[in-house]
């Protein structure tokens, strides 16, 4: 009998597509910032990309759009991420994933991106989630060992008892795995090989049914 109580999905890149992200630091931040300013899109957006860099990726900050409009004084971010909506858009699979996996363990989401993104890149899929984690929101955390270890004590589980995918080596594959925890590296363009390496979440559907006990609870 297996012993995996919780699966993990990483967000952004996993269950919902970057566009919705990708549209937000790189149009719509730009096109108020640039218009703010009385200057050209294009040049907002090379101007806040150099902002970008020169924060980098290892501070929370980077990840927290209301950071992002404070230090640019930026009117109203929510009413902009609204504007957005449309650009939401699940991988094909991911619903058909979520409903099977879901009768055979509890489903969560721990993600880097911040909850201001994930309640709005989640509200078509929310209702298959016991919990959704955002390392920046929640913890003001980097997607990091200690993160997984907060997440397994909210959920009162072990990490051997928690198997989690994502699109980011270090953040979804090196970084749960240091606590023990089981997880996937999901690489949708096929650059990695491996044990560990699913190309779609329907492949990682069915190693998980299989290792779960068959049909996914249906009797
Ligand atoms: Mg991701």
């Given at each position: 009998m297996s012993k995996v109580k919780v699966i993990s999905f990483d967000a952004e890149g996993t269950v919902v597509t970057p566009q919705f992200s990708t549209l937000i630091w790189y149009e719509a931040i730009p096109l108020q910032y640039a218009r703010q300013r009385g200057i050209g899109v294009d040049e907002g957006r090379e101007e806040i990309k150099r902002e970008y860099s020169?924060?980098?990726?290892?501070?929370?900050?980077?990840?927290?759009?209301?950071?992002?409009?404070?230090?640019f004084s930026l009117p109203d971010y929510k009413t902009v991420l609204d504007a957005y909506r449309h650009a939401v858009n699940l991988y094909p699979e991911t619903e058909e994933?979520?409903?099977?996996?879901?009768?055979?363990c509890s489903l969560v989401v721990t993600s880097a991106s911040s909850r201001d993104f994930l309640d709005l890149l989640l509200s078509p899929i929310r209702g298959h989630f016991r919990h959704v984690f955002s390392c920046i929101s929640d913890y003001r955390l980097l997607k990091t060992a200690d993160f997984y270890h907060r997440?397994?004590?909210?959920?009162g589980v072990c990490p051997e008892e928690?198997?989690?995918?994502?699109?980011?080596?270090?953040?979804?594959?090196?970084?749960?795995?240091?606590?023990?925890?089981?997880?996937?590296?999901l690489d949708r363009?096929?650059?990695?090989?491996?044990?560990?390496?699913v190309r779609s979440l329907t492949e990682f559907q069915q190693i998980m049914l299989t290792e779960l006990g068959g049909n996914?609870?249906?009797p």
């Open positions: 020169a924060m980098g990726m290892q501070r929370v900050e980077w990840y927290d759009v209301r950071y992002w409009f404070e230090q994933t979520l409903v099977s996996l879901s009768r055979s997440v397994c004590d909210t959920l928690v198997v989690h995918i994502g699109d980011n080596w270090n953040g979804d594959y090196l970084a749960p795995r240091e606590i023990g925890m089981r997880a996937f590296y363009n096929g650059e990695r090989g491996g044990e560990d390496v996914g609870g249906s």
